[in-house]
């Protein structure tokens, strides 16, 4: 059984740009969320996809988006990125909406210069 | 607002101890725990949980008591071994929220000396 895999593994982007980020959920998941590590810091919820529709969104702004695909897999996407979003972008799966145990990926470090 | 406190940022167990690792937490609405155990440059890795209808939960040598009047959780691992030396955060949800979103805490950082 495959568990949770994220794309990249590092980013260097600049102030302004765009990024994508990606995770492919374990296998016979079917609920995907998101969340941001900052340094010294417990992951943060951005938000969680359920069966390809959005289940839910913590207190991030507008400029962060997701996808989730038919297989599952998840796209975040974050716009006209700053300084502060640079940071631990984990991915976590569940097999289903109400299974509270999520499983983690490695994540994804992006550092915004 | 912190909703899921770990008090403690580090802590350091002899080896063949019992860690203890604790947790308050204030939103009374939650009522899933988990703790999760993470390595530098990998993510959480998924140890043990406890409903709110439990006091304690056990896995090994992992065992997670709740006390729901206190809003205290705390992770006990006996023996400490030095592959336990990990950042343990605690996390909670709450069915009702209507999704399955983790808070965390701060983590603690767990150090077993040989």
């Known amino acids: 059984e495959t568990g949770v895999t994220q794309s990249p593994t590092h980013l260097i982007k600049t102030r302004g740009q765009q990024v994508t980020l990606r995770c492919s959920s374990q296998?016979?998941?079917?609920?995907v969320s998101w969340y941001q590590q900052a340094l010294g810091q417990g992951p943060q919820f951005i938000f969680q996809?359920?069966?390809?529709?959005?289940?839910g969104r913590g207190n991030f702004p507008p400029r962060f988006s997701g996808l989730q695909f038919p297989n599952y897999s998840s796209e975040l996407n974050v716009n006209a990125l700053e300084l502060d979003d640079s940071a631990l972008y984990l991915c976590?799966?569940?097999?289903?909406?109400?299974?509270?145990?999520?499983?983690f990926g490695p994540g994804t470090r992006l550092l915004v210069l | 607002d912190q909703q899921v406190k770990q008090n403690s940022p580090s802590l350091s167990v002899q080896e063949g101890r019992i860690s203890i690792l604790n947790c308050d937490y204030t939103?009374?609405?939650?009522?899933?725990f988990l703790w999760y155990k993470k390595y530098p440059a990998e993510g959480p890795t998924f140890l043990i949980s406890?409903?709110?209808?439990?006091d304690k939960n056990e896995d090994g040598r992992f065992t997670v008591f709740l006390n729901k009047s206190a809003k205290h959780l705390s992770l006990h691992i006996v023996p400490s071994q030095p592959g336990d030396s990990a950042v343990y955060f605690c996390?909670?949800?709450?069915?009702?929220?209507?999704?399955?979103?983790?808070?965390f805490g701060t983590g603690t950082r767990l150090t077993i000396i040989p």
């Open positions: 976590a799966s569940s097999p289903k909406r109400e299974q509270e145990t999520q499983y």
């Open positions: 296998s016979g998941h079917n609920t």
């Open positions: 996809y359920y069966r390809e529709e959005e289940n």
């Open positions: 939103n009374s609405m939650f009522d899933y």
């Open positions: 406890i409903s709110s209808i439990k």
């Open positions: 996390a909670a949800s709450a069915f009702n929220f209507g999704n399955e979103k983790l808070t």
